[in-house]
Nanobody, 123 residues
Framework: QVQLVESGGGLVQAGGSLRLSCATSGRTFSTYAMGWFRQAPGKDREAVATISSGGSTYYADSVKGRFAIIRDNVKKMVYLEINSLKPEDTALYYC?????????????????WGQGTQVTVSS
């Protein structure tokens, strides 16, 4: 069982930066692939970045060059560095863990979810 708790969201101006954090519990964190998803009102939840247990990463085209996913296996933490924020980045951001896939990208490929942290970008 893995529990995930996100933090770090907030209200920022366009062009600003945020660092989202995901604290995890569980003995086998290092074996899980981790991901960040986001869901805007009226839209589907989409993967923005994922990282395998070995450090391989995936980024959605819309965030490449602006977002970075980082994992710290010692602290059992996952981070999402967000730069050059745009109003369209406004969403509820979720942390997720997958024990079944190497670099998962689909919502169905993840087994555990946090409650989310809100990011709001003003223009």
């Amino acid at each position: 069982q893995v529990q995930l708790v996100e933090s770090g969201g907030g209200l920022v101006q366009a062009g600003g930066s945020l660092r989202l954090s995901c604290a995890t519990s569980g003995r086998t964190f290092s074996t899980y692939a981790m991901g960040w998803f986001r869901q805007a009102p009226g839209k589907d939840r989409e993967a923005v970045a994922t990282i395998s247990s070995g450090g391989s990463t995936y980024y959605a085209d819309s965030v490449k060059g602006r977002f970075a996913i980082i994992r710290d296996n010692v602290k059992k933490m996952v981070y999402l560095e967000i730069n050059s924020l745009k109003p369209e980045d406004t969403a509820l951001y979720y942390c997720a863990a997958s024990g079944r896939y190497h670099v998962p990208r689909l919502r169905s490929q993840f087994d555990y979810w946090g409650q989310g942290t809100q990011v709001t970008v003003s223009s």
